[in-house]
């Protein structure tokens, strides 16, 4: 067995503090709902300004706080269903819908045209233009129902207390009742939802246009989308030049100082454990064909590592990393993720940032450079023919080999739809002709010691250190 190459180990669990692991990780939820980078952050900062005026207990805001930066932990749950409904890229679909007022019909008229097969002649977006509106509201109800659920799972997942929960599942429902999915109506909503649904609608208008609208709509649906008690207390704060500034500028920093128990929560090894697995879950949740993946990806990883002689620390990192490789993919459409046939240069250029998006997401957390440097050389070569970079053999250590080789491995091994997973003597002869020209040999050794003599593979999710 070859000597393990010495990597610093930058995983530092002292500077590791909960809030500001899952305030990064919401940049990846920013991404895959159509939101302004720092989305989640701003709304959150906006939230806590106005329960903090409410006087909410302490333990509420911390509710609120976590709601506020998990409420579209759900986002990615309905991509794939976005994309079928309207045959288009589902993330610039809900950008629009952001930004559209469901009450007036012109509006909705018009968001279902722009959006409905961009792509294709008019007699077919016509066609999908009267399929998507004729089951209007059904269809409102459906996506909601899905992002919300799904959301409120994940917050429960990660230990966040019911009304947290509660609060994501109630966030697209509306004062006067025509809400989704439950269309509950006035007090029957919970607070937290109704200060989270000012909150995120202010945000998106303001970074959409600017504060004087945000404000206009704000008010002119107040009654109708909003509880006016809220709106009052959003407007008492408008003119606090200090407090849209800073949170504009510097919205994680800003969150850091918010007063509320929340943010001096420490990450415990297990809860930053279950928040890279619930990443992972929230990655592999956007697209049916990749069902999975992650988990079977980490799995891979673990198991080459642990062959090579990794323990400690450094498995947990690869662990984490191999979890969380593809979270840059929440950033790509399904429209492309998912298209059955070949993709266009454009599209591939999309599919291709990918690991950079994974690199960049994890890099703004402290404590986890290192998983972001594993994560985001997934799919280098050691030929240097890979992306995003095109690094080379003699800066790819072994950690980012073991990954890029589980990576294909399982893209190899799992089931499609239009196809069943290859016999594994198919799969180590494809993986032989990459052999140290793209792929580690070593790596590729690891797995067909364990998986050359099976016939099929049944992974055990998760994950053992
Ligand atoms: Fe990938
Ligand atoms: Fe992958």
């Not at 309207?86 to 993330?91: A, C, K, M, S, Y």
């Not at 109630?170 to 007090?187: T, V, Y």
């Amino acid at each position: 067995m070859r000597q393990i190459d010495r990597v610093e180990e930058s995983f530092d669990q002292a500077v590791l503090n909960f809030s500001q692991i899952l305030s990064s990780l919401s940049y990846a939820l920013d991404l895959t709902s159509g939101y302004t980078m720092g989305h989640a952050q701003r709304t959150c900062l906006i939230g806590m300004r106005i329960a903090q005026e409410l006087g909410l207990p302490p333990t509420s805001q911390t509710d609120l706080y976590f709601a506020l930066l998990l409420k579209d932990s759900g986002c990615s749950s309905n991509a794939a269903r976005m994309c079928e409904i309207f045959g288009g890229d589902e993330i610039a679909s809900k950008q629009l819908s952001r930004v559209t007022d469901w009450d007036n019909l012109i509006e909705v008229v018009k968001y279902v045209a722009s959006v409905s097969l961009p792509k294709r002649s008019i007699i077919a977006r016509a066609g999908r233009f009267l399929k998507v509106g004729l089951n209007g509201k059904g269809t409102t109800d459906e996506v909601s129902h899905t992002r919300c659920t799904r959301g409120a799972q994940i917050a429960q997942s990660l230990g966040m207390g019911p009304d947290s929960a509660a609060c994501i599942g109630s966030l697209e429902e509306r004062w006067n009742g025509a809400g989704s999915p439950n269309h509950l109506k006035h007090e029957e909503i919970p607070l937290l939802s109704r200060i989270a649904s000012v909150a995120q609608n202010l945000e998106v208008f303001w970074k959409t246009f600017d504060l004087d609208l945000a404000y206009e709509v704000i008010n002119k649906r107040s009654g109708r989308w909003f509880d006016p008690q809220i709106v009052q207390v959003v407007n008492s704060f408008r003119h606090d030049t200090s407090f849209w500034t800073s949170i504009s500028e510097d919205p994680k920093s800003a969150l850091r100082r918010v007063n509320c128990e929340a943010t001096v929560e420490k990450a415990t090894d297990d809860r930053i454990d279950s928040v890279c697995s619930a990443f992972a879950e929230i990655v592999d949740a956007k697209s049916p064909f990749t069902g999975e993946h992650s988990f079977r990806v980490c799995q891979y990883s673990v198991e080459i590592g642990s062959d090579l002689g990794f323990t400690g620390r450094r498995l947990t990192t690869l662990r984490r990393a191999s979890l969380l490789h593809d979270i840059g993919k929440l950033g790509v459409s399904n429209a492309i993720l998912d298209k059955p046939g070949k993709l266009d240069p454009e599209e591939w250029l999309s599919i291709r940032k990918h690991p950079q998006y994974s690199f960049e997401i994890l890099s703004h957390i402290d404590g986890f450079s290192r998983l972001a440097e594993i994560a985001g050389a997934h799919h280098e070569r050691l030929d240097g023919k890979g992306y995003f970079r095109g690094l080379t053999a003699d800066q790819l250590d072994l950690d980012m080999r073991i990954v890029a080789v589980a990576d294909v491995f399982d893209a190899l091994t799992a089931k499609r739809p239009y196809r069943d997973s290859l016999p594994m003597d198919k799969v180590f002869e494809i993986l032989a002709k990459d052999a140290d020209i793209a792929l580690d040999s070593e790596c590729i050794e690891a797995l067909k010691q364990r998986y050359f003599d099976s016939e099929a593979l049944e992974p055990t999710l998760p994950i053992a250190a």
